[in-house]
Protein backbone atom coordinates (compact mmCIF):
# COMPACT_ATOMS: atom_id res chain seq x y z
CA UNK A 1 0.00 0.00 0.00
CA UNK A 2 1.69 3.28 -1.32
CA UNK A 3 1.84 5.16 2.03
CA UNK A 4 1.36 9.16 1.69
CA UNK A 5 3.64 10.82 4.20
CA UNK A 6 2.67 14.19 3.63
CA UNK A 7 -1.33 13.38 3.74
CA UNK A 8 -0.43 11.97 7.24
CA UNK A 9 1.85 14.87 8.16
CA UNK A 10 -1.11 17.28 7.06
CA UNK A 11 -3.44 15.26 9.44
CA UNK A 12 -0.81 15.64 12.86
CA UNK A 13 -0.28 19.43 12.32
CA UNK A 14 -4.05 20.29 11.45
CA UNK A 15 -4.84 18.11 15.36
CA UNK A 16 -2.32 20.31 17.14
CA UNK A 17 -3.46 23.60 15.57
CA UNK A 18 -7.08 22.29 16.45
CA UNK A 19 -6.12 21.10 20.00
CA UNK A 20 -4.37 24.60 20.33
CA UNK A 21 -7.28 26.49 19.04
CA UNK A 22 -9.19 24.60 21.66
CA UNK A 23 -7.37 25.57 24.51
CA UNK A 24 -7.50 28.95 24.11
CA UNK A 25 -10.94 28.58 23.81
CA UNK A 26 -11.18 27.00 26.84
CA UNK A 27 -8.88 29.91 28.38
CA UNK A 28 -10.76 33.05 26.82
CA UNK A 29 -14.04 31.42 27.93
CA UNK A 30 -12.65 31.33 31.97
CA UNK A 31 -11.73 34.75 31.39
CA UNK A 32 -14.43 36.29 29.95
CA UNK A 33 -16.68 34.30 32.32
CA UNK A 34 -14.65 36.09 35.21
CA UNK A 35 -14.52 39.70 33.66
CA UNK A 36 -18.66 38.68 33.10
CA UNK A 37 -18.89 38.42 36.63
CA UNK A 38 -17.41 41.59 37.56
CA UNK A 39 -17.78 43.64 34.57
CA UNK A 40 -14.36 44.90 35.05
CA UNK A 41 -10.72 43.44 34.52
CA UNK A 42 -7.84 43.34 36.14
CA UNK A 43 -6.44 46.42 34.72
CA UNK A 44 -9.93 48.16 35.78
CA UNK A 45 -9.33 47.11 39.24
CA UNK A 46 -5.90 48.87 38.99
CA UNK A 47 -7.13 51.78 37.54
CA UNK A 48 -9.61 52.04 40.99
CA UNK A 49 -6.55 51.30 43.19
CA UNK A 50 -5.09 53.95 41.40
CA UNK A 51 -8.18 56.34 41.63
CA UNK A 52 -8.67 55.68 45.15
CA UNK A 53 -4.98 55.85 46.46
CA UNK A 54 -4.20 58.73 44.20
CA UNK A 55 -6.84 60.85 45.87
CA UNK A 56 -6.02 59.68 49.65
CA UNK A 57 -2.17 60.76 49.34
CA UNK A 58 -3.04 63.70 47.26
CA UNK A 59 -5.22 64.83 49.98
CA UNK A 60 -3.25 63.87 52.84
CA UNK A 61 0.84 65.18 52.11
CA UNK A 62 1.48 65.39 55.98
CA UNK A 63 2.11 62.33 57.49
CA UNK A 64 0.62 61.51 60.85
CA UNK A 65 1.33 59.27 63.76
CA UNK A 66 1.63 55.62 63.81
CA UNK A 67 -1.48 55.17 66.03
CA UNK A 68 -3.76 52.82 64.50
CA UNK A 69 -6.33 54.38 62.51
CA UNK A 70 -3.33 55.59 60.55
CA UNK A 71 -1.40 52.50 60.72
CA UNK A 72 -4.54 50.60 59.01
CA UNK A 73 -4.16 52.77 55.58
CA UNK A 74 -0.23 51.99 55.55
CA UNK A 75 -1.24 47.69 55.61
CA UNK A 76 -3.62 48.74 52.27
CA UNK A 77 -1.06 50.86 50.84
CA UNK A 78 1.63 48.30 50.83
CA UNK A 79 -0.69 45.72 49.26
CA UNK A 80 -1.37 48.32 46.73
CA UNK A 81 2.29 49.01 45.90
CA UNK A 82 2.84 45.60 45.61
CA UNK A 83 0.35 44.79 42.82
CA UNK A 84 1.27 48.10 40.94
CA UNK A 85 5.22 48.26 41.96
CA UNK A 86 4.76 51.98 41.98
CA UNK A 87 7.22 53.64 43.77
CA UNK A 88 5.63 56.41 44.85
CA UNK A 89 3.47 54.24 47.03
CA UNK A 90 6.28 52.70 48.84
CA UNK A 91 7.83 55.95 49.31
CA UNK A 92 4.77 57.03 50.38
CA UNK A 93 4.78 54.43 53.15
CA UNK A 94 8.77 55.07 54.08
CA UNK A 95 8.38 58.23 54.69
CA UNK A 96 5.18 58.09 57.33
CA UNK A 97 7.58 55.31 58.78
CA UNK A 98 10.49 57.52 59.09
CA UNK A 99 9.03 60.32 60.67
CA UNK A 100 7.75 57.97 63.44
CA UNK A 101 11.35 56.47 64.06
CA UNK A 102 10.12 53.42 63.09
CA UNK A 103 8.39 53.40 66.09
CA UNK A 104 4.78 53.12 67.64
CA UNK A 105 4.76 54.37 71.06
CA UNK A 106 7.73 55.89 71.97
CA UNK A 107 8.66 55.18 75.59
CA UNK A 108 12.20 53.61 76.47
CA UNK A 109 11.44 53.00 79.97
CA UNK A 110 9.88 49.70 80.26
CA UNK A 111 8.80 49.93 83.75
CA UNK A 112 5.89 52.62 82.11
CA UNK A 113 4.98 50.59 79.37
CA UNK A 114 0.91 49.67 79.52
CA UNK A 115 -1.20 47.72 77.19
CA UNK A 116 -4.43 48.98 78.28
CA UNK A 117 -6.30 51.71 76.31
CA UNK A 118 -4.21 54.62 75.81
CA UNK A 119 -3.03 57.21 73.16
CA UNK A 120 0.72 58.65 74.66
CA UNK A 121 3.65 57.27 74.42
CA UNK A 122 3.26 54.95 77.49
CA UNK A 123 1.34 52.72 75.71
CA UNK A 124 4.02 50.58 73.96
CA UNK A 125 2.25 47.46 74.87
CA UNK A 126 -1.46 49.01 73.48
CA UNK A 127 -1.87 46.48 70.32
CA UNK A 128 -2.95 50.24 68.74
CA UNK A 129 0.46 51.44 68.83
CA UNK A 130 1.76 47.74 67.21
CA UNK A 131 0.13 47.76 63.56
CA UNK A 132 3.00 50.06 62.54
CA UNK A 133 5.28 47.46 62.72
CA UNK A 134 3.07 45.51 59.97
CA UNK A 135 4.88 48.15 57.74
CA UNK A 136 7.91 48.54 59.16
CA UNK A 137 8.48 44.78 58.41
CA UNK A 138 7.17 44.89 55.03
CA UNK A 139 9.08 47.83 54.02
CA UNK A 140 12.42 45.94 55.40
CA UNK A 141 11.64 42.72 53.74
CA UNK A 142 10.49 44.54 50.67
CA UNK A 143 14.00 46.30 50.62
CA UNK A 144 15.79 42.71 50.90
CA UNK A 145 16.08 42.95 54.74
CA UNK A 146 18.97 45.00 54.40
CA UNK A 147 18.37 47.45 57.24
CA UNK A 148 17.48 45.54 60.49
CA UNK A 149 17.09 48.62 62.59
CA UNK A 150 14.02 49.02 60.25
CA UNK A 151 12.70 46.03 62.86
CA UNK A 152 14.88 46.95 65.99
CA UNK A 153 12.27 49.16 68.00
CA UNK A 154 9.25 46.05 66.78
CA UNK A 155 11.56 43.58 68.05
CA UNK A 156 12.42 45.26 71.37
CA UNK A 157 8.82 45.62 72.13
CA UNK A 158 7.80 42.42 71.26
CA UNK A 159 10.18 40.40 72.19
CA UNK A 160 9.67 42.47 75.75
CA UNK A 161 6.00 41.50 75.40
CA UNK A 162 6.49 38.33 74.87
CA UNK A 163 9.21 37.87 78.12
CA UNK A 164 6.38 38.78 80.49
CA UNK A 165 3.77 36.18 82.25
CA UNK A 166 0.67 38.19 80.84
CA UNK A 167 -1.13 36.72 78.00
CA UNK A 168 -3.97 38.77 78.03
CA UNK A 169 -2.81 41.50 75.78
CA UNK A 170 -5.77 41.08 73.14
CA UNK A 171 -8.75 41.97 75.02
CA UNK A 172 -10.75 43.89 72.03
CA UNK A 173 -11.49 42.30 68.47
CA UNK A 174 -9.93 44.86 66.41
CA UNK A 175 -6.56 44.07 68.38
CA UNK A 176 -6.34 40.74 66.28
CA UNK A 177 -5.57 42.68 63.28
CA UNK A 178 -3.14 45.10 64.97
CA UNK A 179 -0.70 42.55 65.83
CA UNK A 180 -1.02 38.88 64.95
CA UNK A 181 0.35 39.45 61.46
CA UNK A 182 2.85 41.86 63.52
CA UNK A 183 4.02 37.89 65.43
CA UNK A 184 3.97 36.51 61.96
CA UNK A 185 6.00 38.37 60.15
CA UNK A 186 8.74 38.44 62.59
CA UNK A 187 8.54 35.04 62.99
CA UNK A 188 9.35 34.91 59.27
CA UNK A 189 12.20 37.52 59.69
CA UNK A 190 13.65 36.20 63.01
CA UNK A 191 13.08 32.00 62.83
CA UNK A 192 11.98 32.29 66.45
CA UNK A 193 9.33 29.59 67.18
CA UNK A 194 8.39 32.04 70.50
CA UNK A 195 6.55 34.52 68.17
CA UNK A 196 4.05 31.63 67.39
CA UNK A 197 3.78 30.28 70.71
CA UNK A 198 2.86 33.60 72.01
CA UNK A 199 0.60 34.45 68.97
CA UNK A 200 -1.53 31.40 69.79
CA UNK A 201 -1.27 31.77 73.76
CA UNK A 202 -2.45 35.24 73.19
CA UNK A 203 -5.28 34.40 70.87
CA UNK A 204 -6.91 31.60 72.89
CA UNK A 205 -7.46 34.49 75.74
CA UNK A 206 -9.18 36.38 73.10
CA UNK A 207 -11.32 33.57 72.24
CA UNK A 208 -12.34 32.79 76.28
CA UNK A 209 -13.61 36.45 76.23
CA UNK A 210 -15.07 37.24 73.05
CA UNK A 211 -15.60 34.33 71.22
CA UNK A 212 -19.26 33.45 70.64
CA UNK A 213 -18.80 29.48 69.42
CA UNK A 214 -23.00 29.62 68.58
CA UNK A 215 -22.45 32.29 66.16
CA UNK A 216 -19.23 31.81 65.04
CA UNK A 217 -18.89 35.60 65.57
CA UNK A 218 -16.42 37.66 67.97
CA UNK A 219 -17.92 40.44 70.38
CA UNK A 220 -15.94 43.75 70.24
CA UNK A 221 -14.82 43.14 73.87
CA UNK A 222 -16.18 41.76 77.07
CA UNK A 223 -18.32 44.82 77.74
CA UNK A 224 -20.31 43.85 74.37
CA UNK A 225 -20.58 39.81 75.38
CA UNK A 226 -24.48 38.80 75.33
CA UNK A 227 -26.72 38.55 77.33
CA UNK A 228 -25.08 41.88 79.41
CA UNK A 229 -25.48 43.46 76.03
CA UNK A 230 -27.76 43.29 73.67
CA UNK A 231 -28.95 44.58 70.53
CA UNK A 232 -31.66 47.32 70.12
CA UNK A 233 -34.27 43.96 69.15
CA UNK A 234 -32.76 41.96 71.98
CA UNK A 235 -30.15 40.34 69.56
CA UNK A 236 -26.60 39.54 70.00
CA UNK A 237 -24.72 42.65 68.57
CA UNK A 238 -21.83 41.68 66.77
CA UNK A 239 -20.06 44.82 65.27
CA UNK A 240 -19.19 44.39 61.67
CA UNK A 241 -15.88 46.47 61.55
CA UNK A 242 -14.70 44.51 64.79
CA UNK A 243 -15.14 41.43 62.93
CA UNK A 244 -13.81 42.64 59.98
CA UNK A 245 -10.55 43.33 61.76
CA UNK A 246 -10.55 39.39 63.09
CA UNK A 247 -11.64 37.84 59.19
CA UNK A 248 -8.97 39.62 57.93
CA UNK A 249 -6.39 39.15 60.41
CA UNK A 250 -6.51 35.69 60.07
CA UNK A 251 -6.10 36.17 56.79
CA UNK A 252 -2.86 37.31 56.92
CA UNK A 253 -1.69 35.02 59.76
CA UNK A 254 -2.55 32.00 57.67
CA UNK A 255 -1.02 33.76 54.55
CA UNK A 256 2.40 33.81 56.77
CA UNK A 257 2.30 31.34 59.05
CA UNK A 258 4.49 28.21 57.75
CA UNK A 259 2.81 25.51 56.09
CA UNK A 260 4.05 23.19 58.76
CA UNK A 261 2.57 25.04 61.87
CA UNK A 262 0.85 23.01 64.50
CA UNK A 263 -1.64 25.62 64.79
CA UNK A 264 -2.62 26.27 61.10
CA UNK A 265 -5.16 23.89 60.92
CA UNK A 266 -7.41 25.42 63.79
CA UNK A 267 -6.58 29.19 62.32
CA UNK A 268 -8.25 27.33 58.93
CA UNK A 269 -11.02 26.32 60.33
CA UNK A 270 -11.99 30.07 62.48
CA UNK A 271 -11.57 31.68 59.61
CA UNK A 272 -13.54 29.30 57.37
CA UNK A 273 -16.54 29.14 60.40
CA UNK A 274 -16.13 33.04 59.94
CA UNK A 275 -16.50 33.00 56.47
CA UNK A 276 -20.02 30.75 56.44
CA UNK A 277 -21.59 33.00 59.44
CA UNK A 278 -21.21 36.29 57.58
CA UNK A 279 -22.28 34.69 54.43
CA UNK A 280 -25.72 34.69 55.57
CA UNK A 281 -25.73 38.20 56.62
CA UNK A 282 -24.64 39.95 53.52
CA UNK A 283 -27.09 42.47 52.58
CA UNK A 284 -28.60 42.09 49.12
CA UNK A 285 -26.75 45.06 47.80
CA UNK A 286 -23.95 43.58 49.06
CA UNK A 287 -22.41 45.31 52.03
CA UNK A 288 -22.96 44.13 55.80
CA UNK A 289 -24.47 46.37 58.30
CA UNK A 290 -22.95 47.77 61.46
CA UNK A 291 -24.59 45.19 63.85
CA UNK A 292 -24.51 41.99 61.80
CA UNK A 293 -27.70 39.93 62.77
CA UNK A 294 -29.49 42.92 63.96
CA UNK A 295 -29.73 45.13 60.65
CA UNK A 296 -32.64 47.43 62.02
CA UNK A 297 -30.12 48.28 64.94
CA UNK A 298 -27.60 50.98 62.75
CA UNK A 299 -29.28 50.17 59.65
CA UNK A 300 -27.48 51.37 55.84
CA UNK A 301 -24.22 50.81 54.12
CA UNK A 302 -21.42 50.59 55.96
CA UNK A 303 -17.88 50.13 54.06
CA UNK A 304 -14.93 49.51 56.55
CA UNK A 305 -16.71 46.13 57.50
CA UNK A 306 -17.47 45.00 54.01
CA UNK A 307 -14.43 46.01 52.42
CA UNK A 308 -12.49 44.05 55.43
CA UNK A 309 -14.64 41.05 54.93
CA UNK A 310 -14.51 41.10 51.18
CA UNK A 311 -10.86 40.86 51.33
CA UNK A 312 -11.14 38.07 53.52
CA UNK A 313 -13.71 36.38 51.08
CA UNK A 314 -10.97 36.87 48.17
CA UNK A 315 -8.08 36.10 49.83
CA UNK A 316 -9.33 32.92 50.91
CA UNK A 317 -10.26 32.38 47.44
CA UNK A 318 -7.09 33.04 45.69
CA UNK A 319 -5.43 31.16 48.46
CA UNK A 320 -7.68 27.78 48.18
CA UNK A 321 -8.82 28.13 51.39
CA UNK A 322 -12.16 28.77 50.65
CA UNK A 323 -14.29 27.17 47.77
CA UNK A 324 -15.60 29.57 45.38
CA UNK A 325 -18.55 28.68 44.03
CA UNK A 326 -19.84 28.73 47.20
CA UNK A 327 -18.69 32.05 48.02
CA UNK A 328 -18.76 33.89 44.32
CA UNK A 329 -22.07 35.32 45.00
CA UNK A 330 -20.63 37.21 48.50
CA UNK A 331 -17.75 38.37 46.28
CA UNK A 332 -19.80 39.59 43.18
CA UNK A 333 -22.36 41.61 45.72
CA UNK A 334 -19.84 42.98 47.85
CA UNK A 335 -17.32 44.12 45.02
CA UNK A 336 -20.46 45.75 43.34
CA UNK A 337 -21.37 47.48 46.56
CA UNK A 338 -17.69 48.83 46.78
CA UNK A 339 -17.26 49.69 43.38
CA UNK A 340 -20.68 51.46 42.82
CA UNK A 341 -21.70 52.65 45.85
CA UNK A 342 -19.24 53.51 48.40
CA UNK A 343 -16.34 54.21 45.80
CA UNK A 344 -17.37 57.89 44.38
CA UNK A 345 -16.28 59.80 41.49
CA UNK A 346 -13.01 61.66 42.60
CA UNK A 347 -11.76 58.43 44.32
CA UNK A 348 -12.76 59.07 47.52
CA UNK A 349 -14.20 55.98 49.70
CA UNK A 350 -17.77 57.23 51.64
CA UNK A 351 -19.86 55.19 54.04
CA UNK A 352 -17.24 54.22 56.30
CA UNK A 353 -18.22 54.32 59.83
CA UNK A 354 -16.57 57.01 62.27
CA UNK A 355 -14.03 55.53 64.56
CA UNK A 356 -15.56 53.73 67.64
CA UNK A 357 -16.03 50.23 69.30
CA UNK A 358 -19.70 49.49 68.06
CA UNK A 359 -22.77 49.94 65.96
CA UNK A 360 -24.49 53.20 67.25
CA UNK A 361 -28.33 53.52 66.55
CA UNK A 362 -28.71 56.92 64.74
CA UNK A 363 -25.40 57.56 63.59
CA UNK A 364 -25.04 59.23 60.84
CA UNK A 365 -22.73 57.43 57.79
CA UNK A 366 -23.15 58.77 54.55
CA UNK A 367 -21.19 59.60 51.18
CA UNK A 368 -19.23 62.07 53.24
CA UNK A 369 -17.72 59.92 55.87
CA UNK A 370 -14.50 58.55 54.84
CA UNK A 371 -11.34 57.52 56.89
CA UNK A 372 -7.77 56.09 56.19
CA UNK A 373 -8.72 53.03 57.93
CA UNK A 374 -11.54 52.90 55.24
CA UNK A 375 -9.13 53.16 52.56
CA UNK A 376 -6.95 50.54 53.91
CA UNK A 377 -9.65 48.34 54.08
CA UNK A 378 -10.51 49.19 50.64
CA UNK A 379 -7.00 48.94 49.10
CA UNK A 380 -6.46 45.13 50.40
CA UNK A 381 -10.16 44.11 49.42
CA UNK A 382 -9.04 45.78 45.44
CA UNK A 383 -5.97 44.41 45.58
CA UNK A 384 -7.23 40.78 45.81
CA UNK A 385 -9.75 41.84 43.91
CA UNK A 386 -6.90 42.27 40.93
CA UNK A 387 -5.42 38.95 41.79
CA UNK A 388 -8.60 37.00 41.46
CA UNK A 389 -9.35 38.68 38.12
CA UNK A 390 -5.35 37.90 37.04
CA UNK A 391 -5.40 34.02 38.23
CA UNK A 392 -8.94 34.38 35.25
CA UNK A 393 -6.66 35.16 32.41
Given at each position: ?????????????????????????????????????????????????????????????????????????????????????????????????????????????????????????????????????????????????????????????????????????????????????????????????????????????????????????????????????????????????????????????????????????????????????????????????????????????????????????????????????????????????????????????????????????????????????????????ASEMYRYLKSKE
Open positions: MFFNESKYRFRFIFSIVLIHVFLLGCKTAQRTKGQESFGQTKEDIKSIVYKVNGYWQKTHPNHGNSFWHVAAYHTGNIEAYKITADEDYLEYSKAWAEKNEYKGAKSDNKSEWKYNYGETDDHVLFGDWQIAFQTYIDIFTLEGKKDPEKIKRAREVMEYQMSTSANDYWWWADGLYMVMPVMTKLYNVTGNELYLEKLNEYLNYANSIMYDSEAQLYFRDAKYVYPKHKSANGKKDFWARGNGWVFAGLAKVIQDLPKKSKYREEYITRFKTMANALKAAQQPEGYWTRSILDPEHAPGFETSGTAFFAYGYLWGVNNGILDEKKYLSVIENSWKYLSKVALQEDGEIGYVQPIGERAIPGQVVDVNSTADFGVGAYLLA
